[in-house]
């Protein structure tokens, strides 16, 4: 997998805008996002982003669905 390294910012809907357009089209992509230290982001908004991000949509997949209830041990605090 190779990286590209650029800037951009979050604009106001809470979309990536990159500063400088890609040479790539038509291609999935994986970005990370890195935040300065100084810039706290809150619980709330990291549980809006998971939410809402198709990032997590293979664990709908039948075949991830691979445990039951009677797997395991019961918890016992």
Do not use: C
Not at 4 to 11: F, K, L
Not at 22 to 37: F, G, M, S
Not at 40 to 55: N, R
């Amino acid at each position: 997998m190779k990286a590209i390294e650029t800037t951009g910012h979050i604009d106001h809907e809470g979309k990536l805008q990159i500063k400088h357009p890609l040479a790539l089209t038509n291609r999935q992509v994986k970005i990370i996002v890195l935040v300065p230290e100084g810039d706290d982001i809150q619980d709330d908004e990291w549980l809006k982003a998971v939410g809402t991000s198709d990032s997590f949509n293979f664990l709908n997949e039948p075949e991830e669905d691979i445990y039951t209830l009677s797997d395991g041990k019961p918890y016992q605090s």
